[in-house]
């Protein structure tokens, strides 16, 4: 019985470091996520708005918007709205 405890402790040791390594990234993770939250309050206290790196990306890339739903199907040519649409999820703006 002492052959099969060790060998079951070599195969513990073995898949326990690939968790201890996941683990330790995660908690990496957090303290950048944390940090970051910090760093846009403190930003949010000193000059009443944060980075906002969502609305500066959308304002970089922003594309029109069309008019009306237009769908390029075989079923019409044009719809009231995608969702009356069969295949409206073939529909690109």
């Known amino acids: ?3 099969l ?3 079951l402790y070599e195969i513990s040791k ?3 470091m690939p ?4 683990l330790c990234a995660m908690f ?3 303290l950048f996520a944390l940090g970051t939250l910090l760093f846009d309050l403190a930003l949010r206290k000193l000059r009443g708005h944060a980075r906002q790196p969502l609305r ?4 970089r890339h922003r594309r029109p918007m069309p008019r009306r739903w237009s769908c390029t199907c075989s079923c019409s040519s044009r719809c009231a709205s995608p969702a009356g649409c ?5 529909w690109r703006p």
């Open 28 to 30: 990496l993770f957090a």
């Open 56 to 59: 500066q990306y959308r304002q």
């Open 1 to 3: 019985m002492n052959a």
């Open 86 to 90: 069969r295949c409206w999820a073939w």
């Open 19 to 22: 968790v201890l390594v996941v």
């Open 5 to 7: 405890e060790a060998f």
């Open 14 to 16: 073995f898949f326990l």
